[in-house]
Protein backbone atom coordinates (compact mmCIF):
# COMPACT_ATOMS: atom_id res chain seq x y z
CA UNK A 1 0.00 0.00 0.00
CA UNK A 2 1.48 3.67 -0.72
CA UNK A 3 2.18 5.06 2.87
CA UNK A 4 0.03 8.13 4.03
CA UNK A 5 1.39 11.02 6.43
CA UNK A 6 -0.79 12.22 9.22
CA UNK A 7 -0.44 14.58 11.58
CA UNK A 8 -2.38 16.63 13.96
CA UNK A 9 -2.42 20.01 14.87
CA UNK A 10 -0.93 21.09 18.41
CA UNK A 11 -3.59 23.76 18.62
CA UNK A 12 -5.76 25.61 16.53
CA UNK A 13 -6.06 28.60 18.16
CA UNK A 14 -5.46 32.34 16.55
CA UNK A 15 -2.91 34.57 15.78
CA UNK A 16 -1.56 32.25 13.63
CA UNK A 17 2.15 33.72 12.06
CA UNK A 18 4.25 31.94 10.02
CA UNK A 19 7.18 33.33 8.60
CA UNK A 20 8.60 30.09 6.50
CA UNK A 21 11.72 30.46 8.22
CA UNK A 22 11.69 26.91 8.77
CA UNK A 23 11.75 26.42 4.92
CA UNK A 24 8.52 23.78 5.22
CA UNK A 25 4.95 24.23 4.80
CA UNK A 26 4.17 21.33 7.30
CA UNK A 27 5.88 23.41 10.05
CA UNK A 28 2.38 25.48 10.49
CA UNK A 29 0.65 22.60 8.71
CA UNK A 30 0.05 23.78 5.63
CA UNK A 31 -1.64 21.28 3.48
CA UNK A 32 -1.48 21.15 -0.45
CA UNK A 33 -4.00 20.55 -2.68
CA UNK A 34 -4.85 20.13 -6.16
CA UNK A 35 -8.48 20.67 -7.13
CA UNK A 36 -7.67 20.24 -11.02
CA UNK A 37 -5.67 18.99 -14.13
CA UNK A 38 -1.90 17.70 -13.59
CA UNK A 39 -0.32 17.68 -10.52
CA UNK A 40 3.09 19.01 -12.03
CA UNK A 41 1.87 21.71 -13.41
CA UNK A 42 1.49 23.74 -9.82
CA UNK A 43 4.10 23.76 -7.32
CA UNK A 44 3.94 24.69 -3.72
CA UNK A 45 7.11 25.51 -0.96
CA UNK A 46 9.09 27.36 1.42
CA UNK A 47 12.88 27.52 -0.04
CA UNK A 48 15.15 29.90 0.94
CA UNK A 49 15.49 33.36 -0.96
CA UNK A 50 11.93 33.74 -1.71
CA UNK A 51 10.94 36.19 0.76
CA UNK A 52 10.85 39.47 1.62
CA UNK A 53 14.82 40.34 2.26
CA UNK A 54 16.27 37.10 0.39
CA UNK A 55 14.73 35.24 3.36
CA UNK A 56 12.25 32.18 3.33
CA UNK A 57 8.94 32.31 2.03
CA UNK A 58 6.31 29.95 0.25
CA UNK A 59 5.89 29.89 -3.14
CA UNK A 60 4.21 28.49 -5.86
CA UNK A 61 4.94 28.40 -9.88
CA UNK A 62 2.79 27.69 -12.32
CA UNK A 63 3.44 26.07 -15.79
CA UNK A 64 1.70 27.35 -18.58
CA UNK A 65 0.58 24.99 -21.43
CA UNK A 66 -3.20 26.55 -21.90
CA UNK A 67 -5.17 24.08 -20.13
CA UNK A 68 -7.37 25.51 -16.90
CA UNK A 69 -6.06 24.71 -13.63
CA UNK A 70 -7.04 25.06 -10.28
CA UNK A 71 -4.41 24.34 -7.17
CA UNK A 72 -4.05 25.65 -3.70
CA UNK A 73 -2.32 25.58 -0.07
CA UNK A 74 -4.84 25.30 2.72
CA UNK A 75 -4.25 26.48 6.19
CA UNK A 76 -5.03 24.54 9.77
CA UNK A 77 -8.27 24.97 10.88
CA UNK A 78 -8.15 28.55 12.99
CA UNK A 79 -10.65 28.99 16.08
CA UNK A 80 -12.18 32.09 16.15
CA UNK A 81 -15.44 31.13 17.79
CA UNK A 82 -14.60 33.48 20.52
CA UNK A 83 -13.54 36.45 18.52
CA UNK A 84 -15.62 39.62 16.85
CA UNK A 85 -12.36 40.68 14.75
CA UNK A 86 -10.50 38.36 12.60
CA UNK A 87 -7.88 39.86 9.96
CA UNK A 88 -5.29 38.04 7.83
CA UNK A 89 -2.15 40.19 6.54
CA UNK A 90 0.51 39.47 4.39
CA UNK A 91 2.73 40.32 2.09
CA UNK A 92 2.78 38.62 -2.06
CA UNK A 93 4.37 39.77 -5.08
CA UNK A 94 4.55 37.70 -8.11
CA UNK A 95 7.60 36.81 -11.18
CA UNK A 96 7.33 35.88 -14.65
CA UNK A 97 8.81 32.98 -15.24
CA UNK A 98 9.16 33.97 -18.82
CA UNK A 99 8.81 36.33 -21.42
CA UNK A 100 6.40 38.95 -20.41
CA UNK A 101 4.25 39.46 -23.95
CA UNK A 102 1.85 36.43 -22.42
CA UNK A 103 -1.61 37.17 -21.51
CA UNK A 104 -2.32 37.94 -18.10
CA UNK A 105 -5.95 38.32 -17.86
CA UNK A 106 -6.23 34.20 -17.64
CA UNK A 107 -5.21 33.62 -14.47
CA UNK A 108 -5.67 34.78 -10.56
CA UNK A 109 -5.05 34.13 -7.55
CA UNK A 110 -7.60 34.07 -4.64
CA UNK A 111 -8.10 34.37 -0.82
CA UNK A 112 -10.58 32.21 0.19
CA UNK A 113 -11.96 30.87 3.44
CA UNK A 114 -14.55 28.19 4.80
CA UNK A 115 -16.16 27.36 7.92
CA UNK A 116 -15.68 24.12 9.40
CA UNK A 117 -18.23 21.79 7.12
CA UNK A 118 -18.92 24.84 4.85
CA UNK A 119 -17.57 25.56 0.98
CA UNK A 120 -15.10 28.06 0.18
CA UNK A 121 -16.28 31.95 -0.16
CA UNK A 122 -13.90 33.67 -2.28
CA UNK A 123 -12.67 37.21 0.33
CA UNK A 124 -10.45 38.70 -2.79
CA UNK A 125 -9.49 38.08 -5.90
CA UNK A 126 -6.31 39.21 -7.54
CA UNK A 127 -5.01 39.36 -11.24
CA UNK A 128 -1.63 39.61 -12.47
CA UNK A 129 -0.68 43.14 -13.62
CA UNK A 130 2.64 43.97 -15.22
CA UNK A 131 2.88 46.83 -12.86
CA UNK A 132 2.98 44.74 -9.80
CA UNK A 133 5.56 42.27 -10.85
CA UNK A 134 8.63 42.21 -8.58
CA UNK A 135 7.51 44.40 -6.28
CA UNK A 136 6.52 42.99 -2.46
CA UNK A 137 2.66 43.90 -1.42
CA UNK A 138 1.56 44.51 1.69
CA UNK A 139 -2.22 43.40 2.05
CA UNK A 140 -4.56 43.70 4.80
CA UNK A 141 -8.20 42.05 4.81
CA UNK A 142 -10.75 42.13 7.21
CA UNK A 143 -12.51 38.80 7.32
CA UNK A 144 -14.32 39.71 10.36
CA UNK A 145 -17.81 39.13 8.51
CA UNK A 146 -17.01 35.57 6.94
CA UNK A 147 -15.52 33.81 9.71
CA UNK A 148 -16.23 36.00 13.45
CA UNK A 149 -17.49 33.08 15.51
CA UNK A 150 -16.40 30.13 13.52
CA UNK A 151 -13.94 27.49 13.00
CA UNK A 152 -12.45 27.73 9.55
CA UNK A 153 -9.45 27.40 7.46
CA UNK A 154 -7.93 30.45 4.96
CA UNK A 155 -6.31 29.58 1.37
CA UNK A 156 -4.36 30.52 -1.24
CA UNK A 157 -5.72 29.26 -4.50
CA UNK A 158 -4.43 29.80 -8.19
CA UNK A 159 -6.41 29.17 -11.35
CA UNK A 160 -7.08 29.74 -14.55
CA UNK A 161 -6.60 29.09 -18.02
CA UNK A 162 -2.65 28.67 -18.24
CA UNK A 163 -1.93 31.63 -20.60
CA UNK A 164 1.11 32.85 -18.14
CA UNK A 165 3.97 31.08 -16.81
CA UNK A 166 4.45 32.62 -13.37
CA UNK A 167 5.17 32.56 -9.38
CA UNK A 168 3.79 33.70 -7.04
CA UNK A 169 5.88 34.52 -3.21
CA UNK A 170 3.97 34.89 0.26
CA UNK A 171 5.33 35.95 3.49
CA UNK A 172 5.20 37.69 7.11
CA UNK A 173 1.34 35.56 7.03
CA UNK A 174 -0.96 36.06 9.78
CA UNK A 175 -4.24 35.56 10.87
CA UNK A 176 -5.18 37.90 14.57
CA UNK A 177 -8.06 39.09 16.32
CA UNK A 178 -7.65 42.29 17.91
CA UNK A 179 -5.16 44.70 16.46
CA UNK A 180 -2.00 44.77 17.88
CA UNK A 181 -0.42 48.00 17.29
CA UNK A 182 -1.15 51.56 17.62
CA UNK A 183 -1.83 54.00 14.54
CA UNK A 184 0.26 55.93 13.26
CA UNK A 185 0.35 59.55 14.56
CA UNK A 186 0.77 62.64 13.86
CA UNK A 187 -0.69 62.61 9.59
CA UNK A 188 -0.19 66.10 7.99
CA UNK A 189 -0.25 67.14 4.69
CA UNK A 190 0.34 70.04 2.54
CA UNK A 191 -0.89 70.92 -1.09
CA UNK A 192 2.16 72.14 -3.56
CA UNK A 193 1.64 72.49 -7.08
CA UNK A 194 -0.72 70.38 -8.14
CA UNK A 195 0.50 67.63 -5.11
CA UNK A 196 -1.04 66.63 -1.93
CA UNK A 197 2.33 65.92 0.10
CA UNK A 198 1.55 63.89 3.24
CA UNK A 199 3.28 62.94 6.42
CA UNK A 200 3.34 60.62 9.36
CA UNK A 201 5.72 60.28 12.52
CA UNK A 202 7.83 57.31 13.44
CA UNK A 203 7.70 55.14 16.48
CA UNK A 204 10.16 57.62 17.87
CA UNK A 205 7.16 60.34 17.65
CA UNK A 206 9.26 62.10 14.80
CA UNK A 207 8.93 62.29 11.25
CA UNK A 208 11.65 61.50 9.30
CA UNK A 209 13.06 64.10 6.07
CA UNK A 210 15.96 62.32 4.00
CA UNK A 211 16.35 60.16 0.57
CA UNK A 212 17.52 56.83 1.56
CA UNK A 213 14.41 54.25 1.13
CA UNK A 214 13.83 51.15 2.54
CA UNK A 215 16.22 48.25 1.44
CA UNK A 216 13.01 46.47 0.74
CA UNK A 217 12.92 48.34 -2.25
CA UNK A 218 12.84 47.15 -5.67
CA UNK A 219 16.70 46.97 -7.05
CA UNK A 220 18.09 48.86 -4.24
CA UNK A 221 21.84 48.53 -4.17
CA UNK A 222 23.79 48.95 -0.69
CA UNK A 223 27.06 50.95 -1.04
CA UNK A 224 30.02 52.39 0.85
CA UNK A 225 32.65 54.99 0.35
CA UNK A 226 35.64 57.26 2.42
CA UNK A 227 37.96 59.22 0.77
CA UNK A 228 41.30 57.75 2.08
CA UNK A 229 41.39 59.19 5.92
CA UNK A 230 40.75 62.47 5.09
CA UNK A 231 37.90 64.80 6.09
CA UNK A 232 34.52 64.09 3.83
CA UNK A 233 31.07 65.45 4.59
CA UNK A 234 28.49 64.02 3.01
CA UNK A 235 25.00 65.63 3.16
CA UNK A 236 21.04 66.02 2.10
CA UNK A 237 19.92 69.29 1.03
CA UNK A 238 16.74 71.01 1.19
CA UNK A 239 16.52 73.40 -1.02
CA UNK A 240 13.44 76.74 0.46
CA UNK A 241 10.49 75.70 -0.16
CA UNK A 242 11.25 72.21 0.69
CA UNK A 243 10.78 71.79 4.20
CA UNK A 244 7.60 73.79 4.30
CA UNK A 245 5.35 70.99 5.75
CA UNK A 246 7.36 71.33 9.02
CA UNK A 247 8.17 74.40 9.16
CA UNK A 248 8.40 76.04 13.14
CA UNK A 249 8.91 72.17 14.10
CA UNK A 250 12.63 71.66 15.19
CA UNK A 251 15.29 69.24 13.71
CA UNK A 252 16.08 67.58 17.10
CA UNK A 253 18.18 64.28 16.16
CA UNK A 254 20.05 63.06 13.47
CA UNK A 255 20.66 59.37 12.56
CA UNK A 256 23.59 57.65 10.15
CA UNK A 257 24.39 54.67 9.72
CA UNK A 258 28.22 54.05 10.20
CA UNK A 259 29.87 51.58 7.59
CA UNK A 260 33.10 49.38 9.34
CA UNK A 261 34.76 46.51 8.13
CA UNK A 262 35.52 44.35 10.91
CA UNK A 263 38.36 42.40 8.49
CA UNK A 264 40.68 45.55 8.34
CA UNK A 265 43.41 44.50 10.63
CA UNK A 266 44.05 46.46 13.42
CA UNK A 267 41.92 49.28 11.85
CA UNK A 268 41.43 52.38 13.64
CA UNK A 269 37.79 53.38 14.81
CA UNK A 270 36.17 55.76 12.56
CA UNK A 271 35.47 59.72 14.43
CA UNK A 272 32.84 61.35 12.93
CA UNK A 273 30.22 64.28 13.43
CA UNK A 274 26.43 65.42 12.54
CA UNK A 275 26.97 68.64 10.62
CA UNK A 276 24.18 71.08 9.79
CA UNK A 277 24.22 74.15 6.91
CA UNK A 278 21.71 76.81 6.77
CA UNK A 279 22.01 78.92 3.74
CA UNK A 280 25.66 77.27 2.99
CA UNK A 281 26.73 78.51 6.36
CA UNK A 282 27.45 75.77 9.16
CA UNK A 283 25.23 75.87 12.44
CA UNK A 284 25.73 72.70 14.30
CA UNK A 285 28.62 70.37 14.34
CA UNK A 286 28.44 67.93 17.43
CA UNK A 287 30.49 64.75 17.34
CA UNK A 288 29.08 61.34 17.54
CA UNK A 289 30.10 59.27 20.98
CA UNK A 290 30.35 56.00 20.99
CA UNK A 291 29.80 55.17 17.77
CA UNK A 292 28.34 51.62 17.32
CA UNK A 293 29.22 50.41 13.90
CA UNK A 294 27.51 48.97 10.86
CA UNK A 295 23.94 50.26 12.45
CA UNK A 296 22.69 53.31 12.49
CA UNK A 297 24.16 55.96 15.00
CA UNK A 298 20.94 58.52 16.54
CA UNK A 299 22.81 62.09 17.91
CA UNK A 300 20.46 64.15 19.97
CA UNK A 301 21.10 67.69 18.65
CA UNK A 302 22.33 69.77 21.92
CA UNK A 303 21.07 72.76 20.16
CA UNK A 304 17.98 71.87 18.22
CA UNK A 305 17.39 73.31 15.05
CA UNK A 306 13.75 75.33 13.92
CA UNK A 307 13.07 74.49 11.12
CA UNK A 308 12.50 77.62 8.65
CA UNK A 309 11.37 76.35 5.37
CA UNK A 310 12.27 79.76 3.36
CA UNK A 311 15.71 78.86 3.97
CA UNK A 312 18.21 76.02 2.20
CA UNK A 313 19.32 73.46 4.76
CA UNK A 314 21.73 70.78 4.70
CA UNK A 315 22.08 67.70 6.96
CA UNK A 316 24.77 65.51 6.55
CA UNK A 317 27.80 63.62 8.16
CA UNK A 318 31.20 64.58 9.06
CA UNK A 319 33.80 61.36 9.14
CA UNK A 320 37.41 62.50 10.12
CA UNK A 321 40.23 60.39 11.80
CA UNK A 322 39.96 56.99 10.33
CA UNK A 323 41.77 54.55 8.59
CA UNK A 324 42.40 55.01 5.06
CA UNK A 325 41.36 51.33 4.12
CA UNK A 326 37.66 52.04 5.76
CA UNK A 327 35.09 52.92 3.75
CA UNK A 328 32.89 54.84 6.67
CA UNK A 329 29.93 56.72 4.49
CA UNK A 330 26.78 54.43 3.84
CA UNK A 331 24.51 54.99 0.98
CA UNK A 332 22.34 53.38 -1.31
CA UNK A 333 22.29 53.09 -5.37
CA UNK A 334 18.64 53.78 -6.47
CA UNK A 335 17.06 54.91 -9.58
CA UNK A 336 15.14 56.71 -6.84
CA UNK A 337 17.94 59.20 -5.97
CA UNK A 338 17.60 63.23 -6.09
CA UNK A 339 21.01 64.76 -8.40
CA UNK A 340 22.08 67.63 -6.09
CA UNK A 341 20.07 66.42 -3.28
CA UNK A 342 20.39 63.32 -2.35
CA UNK A 343 24.29 62.95 -3.28
CA UNK A 344 25.85 65.72 -2.29
CA UNK A 345 29.67 65.95 -0.48
CA UNK A 346 32.59 68.03 0.47
CA UNK A 347 36.13 67.59 1.16
CA UNK A 348 36.30 71.23 2.25
CA UNK A 349 34.56 71.22 5.08
CA UNK A 350 31.51 72.30 3.27
CA UNK A 351 32.97 75.54 1.31
CA UNK A 352 32.27 73.65 -1.63
CA UNK A 353 29.93 70.91 -3.27
CA UNK A 354 29.83 68.44 -5.66
CA UNK A 355 27.37 65.66 -6.73
CA UNK A 356 28.30 62.30 -6.37
CA UNK A 357 26.75 61.32 -9.75
CA UNK A 358 28.30 63.41 -11.49
CA UNK A 359 31.81 61.88 -10.03
CA UNK A 360 30.71 58.75 -11.20
CA UNK A 361 29.26 59.97 -14.60
CA UNK A 362 33.27 59.85 -15.84
CA UNK A 363 34.05 56.36 -14.71
CA UNK A 364 32.99 53.75 -17.31
CA UNK A 365 31.46 51.17 -16.42
CA UNK A 366 31.01 52.72 -13.07
CA UNK A 367 27.75 55.52 -13.60
CA UNK A 368 25.42 53.60 -11.68
CA UNK A 369 27.17 54.07 -8.38
CA UNK A 370 26.75 57.89 -8.60
CA UNK A 371 22.70 56.92 -8.09
CA UNK A 372 23.36 58.00 -4.50
CA UNK A 373 20.63 57.94 -1.43
CA UNK A 374 22.64 58.68 1.94
CA UNK A 375 21.88 56.62 4.87
CA UNK A 376 20.69 59.97 6.94
CA UNK A 377 17.73 60.87 8.33
CA UNK A 378 16.86 64.14 9.85
CA UNK A 379 13.96 63.57 13.15
CA UNK A 380 11.95 66.55 13.08
CA UNK A 381 9.47 66.69 15.87
CA UNK A 382 6.67 69.08 17.24
CA UNK A 383 8.51 70.09 20.26
CA UNK A 384 12.27 71.50 21.12
CA UNK A 385 12.30 69.52 23.87
CA UNK A 386 11.72 66.28 22.32
CA UNK A 387 13.54 63.67 23.43
CA UNK A 388 14.22 61.53 20.67
CA UNK A 389 16.75 58.25 21.12
CA UNK A 390 18.11 55.42 18.91
CA UNK A 391 16.26 54.42 16.01
CA UNK A 392 14.26 51.39 17.38
CA UNK A 393 14.02 47.87 16.27
CA UNK A 394 10.53 48.29 16.24
CA UNK A 395 10.02 50.07 13.34
CA UNK A 396 7.42 49.54 10.87
CA UNK A 397 8.28 47.37 7.45
CA UNK A 398 5.72 49.33 5.29
CA UNK A 399 2.63 51.38 5.18
CA UNK A 400 -1.00 51.81 2.96
CA UNK A 401 -2.25 54.86 2.88
CA UNK A 402 -6.57 55.02 2.52
CA UNK A 403 -8.44 57.82 0.78
CA UNK A 404 -12.00 58.25 1.88
CA UNK A 405 -11.99 54.52 3.15
CA UNK A 406 -10.04 52.87 -0.15
CA UNK A 407 -6.52 51.80 -0.73
CA UNK A 408 -4.75 54.02 -3.29
CA UNK A 409 -0.93 52.78 -3.03
CA UNK A 410 -1.09 49.63 -4.89
CA UNK A 411 2.71 48.78 -4.31
CA UNK A 412 3.74 48.91 -0.14
CA UNK A 413 4.97 52.10 0.91
CA UNK A 414 8.28 51.51 2.58
CA UNK A 415 10.40 53.91 4.93
CA UNK A 416 10.50 56.91 5.24
CA UNK A 417 6.77 57.55 6.43
CA UNK A 418 5.79 60.06 3.67
CA UNK A 419 3.92 60.25 0.29
CA UNK A 420 3.80 62.45 -2.60
CA UNK A 421 0.13 61.94 -4.13
CA UNK A 422 0.14 63.18 -7.87
CA UNK A 423 -3.30 62.22 -9.42
CA UNK A 424 -6.39 64.83 -8.96
CA UNK A 425 -8.25 65.15 -5.13
CA UNK A 426 -11.35 67.18 -4.12
CA UNK A 427 -10.89 69.27 -0.86
CA UNK A 428 -13.24 66.77 1.07
CA UNK A 429 -11.09 63.93 0.82
CA UNK A 430 -9.47 62.40 3.79
CA UNK A 431 -6.74 60.24 4.11
CA UNK A 432 -5.43 57.47 6.80
CA UNK A 433 -2.28 55.22 7.15
CA UNK A 434 -1.92 51.54 8.49
CA UNK A 435 1.21 50.01 9.41
CA UNK A 436 2.80 46.64 9.58
CA UNK A 437 5.36 44.76 11.05
CA UNK A 438 8.16 42.17 10.47
CA UNK A 439 6.53 39.77 12.85
CA UNK A 440 2.83 40.28 11.00
CA UNK A 441 1.72 42.96 13.90
CA UNK A 442 -0.79 45.08 12.06
CA UNK A 443 -1.60 48.45 13.34
CA UNK A 444 -4.88 50.33 13.79
CA UNK A 445 -5.78 53.43 10.80
CA UNK A 446 -4.27 56.41 12.03
CA UNK A 447 -6.55 59.15 12.90
CA UNK A 448 -8.06 60.97 9.61
CA UNK A 449 -6.42 63.47 8.04
CA UNK A 450 -8.48 66.34 5.29
CA UNK A 451 -7.05 68.90 3.87
CA UNK A 452 -10.08 70.88 4.27
CA UNK A 453 -9.76 70.30 7.83
CA UNK A 454 -7.86 73.93 9.19
CA UNK A 455 -5.45 76.32 8.59
CA UNK A 456 -3.75 75.49 12.14
CA UNK A 457 -2.33 71.90 13.91
CA UNK A 458 -4.70 69.17 13.97
CA UNK A 459 -3.67 68.81 17.24
CA UNK A 460 -3.44 71.42 20.03
CA UNK A 461 -0.14 71.13 21.56
CA UNK A 462 -1.54 72.09 24.98
CA UNK A 463 -4.99 70.48 25.57
CA UNK A 464 -3.48 67.19 23.28
CA UNK A 465 -7.06 67.68 21.49
CA UNK A 466 -7.15 66.63 17.76
CA UNK A 467 -9.66 67.98 15.35
CA UNK A 468 -10.22 66.00 12.15
CA UNK A 469 -13.22 66.73 9.62
CA UNK A 470 -15.08 63.82 8.01
CA UNK A 471 -16.23 64.87 4.43
CA UNK A 472 -18.60 61.85 4.05
CA UNK A 473 -20.85 62.19 7.33
CA UNK A 474 -20.33 65.83 7.66
CA UNK A 475 -19.14 66.09 10.94
CA UNK A 476 -16.06 67.52 12.69
CA UNK A 477 -14.71 64.85 15.02
CA UNK A 478 -12.90 66.09 18.69
CA UNK A 479 -10.78 62.74 20.39
CA UNK A 480 -9.42 64.51 24.24
CA UNK A 481 -10.74 65.88 26.92
CA UNK A 482 -12.63 68.97 26.86
CA UNK A 483 -15.44 70.62 28.57
CA UNK A 484 -17.14 72.64 26.01
CA UNK A 485 -16.62 73.20 22.18
CA UNK A 486 -18.40 76.22 20.37
CA UNK A 487 -18.53 77.10 16.74
CA UNK A 488 -18.12 80.66 15.41
CA UNK A 489 -19.14 82.03 12.49
CA UNK A 490 -16.94 84.51 11.09
CA UNK A 491 -18.99 87.17 12.01
CA UNK A 492 -19.29 86.18 16.14
CA UNK A 493 -22.52 84.54 15.62
CA UNK A 494 -22.48 81.37 17.93
CA UNK A 495 -24.08 78.63 15.54
CA UNK A 496 -22.94 75.36 17.53
CA UNK A 497 -22.10 75.32 21.43
CA UNK A 498 -21.82 71.42 22.67
CA UNK A 499 -19.83 68.96 25.02
CA UNK A 500 -20.33 66.27 22.35
CA UNK A 501 -17.36 64.43 20.47
CA UNK A 502 -18.53 64.80 17.21
CA UNK A 503 -20.21 68.05 15.46
CA UNK A 504 -22.46 67.84 12.58
CA UNK A 505 -21.50 70.85 10.08
CA UNK A 506 -24.19 69.18 7.25
CA UNK A 507 -26.32 72.35 7.44
CA UNK A 508 -23.96 74.70 7.42
CA UNK A 509 -22.22 76.39 3.87
CA UNK A 510 -18.64 76.44 2.84
CA UNK A 511 -16.44 78.73 4.22
CA UNK A 512 -14.23 79.31 7.32
CA UNK A 513 -15.34 79.25 10.95
CA UNK A 514 -13.98 79.60 14.43
CA UNK A 515 -13.88 76.42 16.77
CA UNK A 516 -13.11 77.37 20.17
CA UNK A 517 -12.79 74.64 22.69
CA UNK A 518 -12.98 75.39 26.22
CA UNK A 519 -11.48 73.10 29.55
CA UNK A 520 -11.20 74.43 32.39
CA UNK A 521 -9.06 77.43 32.16
CA UNK A 522 -7.41 76.71 29.34
CA UNK A 523 -9.18 77.91 25.81
CA UNK A 524 -8.05 77.64 22.50
CA UNK A 525 -8.81 78.15 19.61
CA UNK A 526 -8.88 77.30 16.02
CA UNK A 527 -10.03 77.65 11.92
CA UNK A 528 -12.09 75.82 10.44
CA UNK A 529 -12.26 75.78 6.95
CA UNK A 530 -15.32 73.69 5.23
CA UNK A 531 -15.63 73.47 1.73
CA UNK A 532 -18.46 72.42 -0.70
Known sequence: ADPVSVCMPSTFEIPMFDNFDSQSVLTNYWTVTAQRNNQWKINFGAPAYQGIGWTPGMMTSVDFDHIPYSAAVESRFLDAREQDKVYVSFLKRFLFLNGRGLELEGDTLSVEVAKFGEGWISIKDYLLKKSEESYWIYEYLDISKQVAGSLFQLRFRVHGKGLAMYSYQFDLFKVGGELEYEAPSGLIGEKKDGKLNLAWKNNNNAYEVG??????????????????????????????GDLSLYNDKYLTSVSAFINHDPNVENSKDTQAAIVVFENGKLIREQNIDDIEINVYNTVILNEPVKIDA????????????????QIPVAYQITDLFKAGKSDLYSQDGGTTWKKLSDYYSTIEGKEQNGRCCWEIIGNITDEITAEVGEIEDDQPVAYTLYRNGERINYLSLYLPARYTIDDPMQDNDYYEVRAYYEDGRTSELSEKYSPSLTSLDAVDKESGISIYMDPVSDRIYLNGEFVKATLYGIDGQILIATTEKNINVAHLSGGIYVLKIENGSSVENHKILIRR
Open 310 to 325: SKDLKIGLKIYDYDER
Open 211 to 240: YSVSNYELDVVRQALGDEGKIFIAANSFES
